[in-house]
């Protein structure tokens, strides 16, 4: 049986990319802008490509860069456009990723997605 392969947005240090490869689950990409979580990623992921804008992304590069079938994208996108802890902007705020996060689900059509 083959393995999922995934596409991690806002990774972070890679904690749900840890558990995926704990569930036999490969991540194949991550994005993630901060650099301090991009040098841990490289430290436990040295051979993974880390692309740093959701906006930038798109299935096109992935496909240009040898990233093959992508059967999960998973990641927990910022909320604080929408948080009741916050201004409450929503789409107004440079922070809400949601549609880049649906474009890509929309344009890479995986199998699962898990925010």
């Given at each position: ?27 194949v990409a ?16 040295p051979h ?53 996060v649906c ?13």
């Amino acid at each position: 049986m083959k393995s999922m392969k995934a596409l991690s947005l806002f990774s972070g240090i890679g904690g749900i990319d840890l558990a995926c490869e704990w569930a036999g689950i490969e991540t194949v990409a991550f994005c993630e802008r901060e650099p301090f979580p991009q040098q841990v990623l490289k430290k436990h992921w040295p051979h993974v490509p880390i692309y740093d804008d959701v906006c930038t992304l798109t299935k096109e590069r992935l496909e240009a860069d040898g990233i093959g079938t992508i059967d999960l994208i998973h990641g927990g996108y910022p909320c604080q456009p929408y948080s009741l802890y916050g201004e409450r902007e929503g789409a107004e705020d440079d922070r809400a990723l949601w549609p880049e996060v649906c474009r890509l689900i929309e344009t890479i059509r995986p199998s699962c997605f898990l925010v």
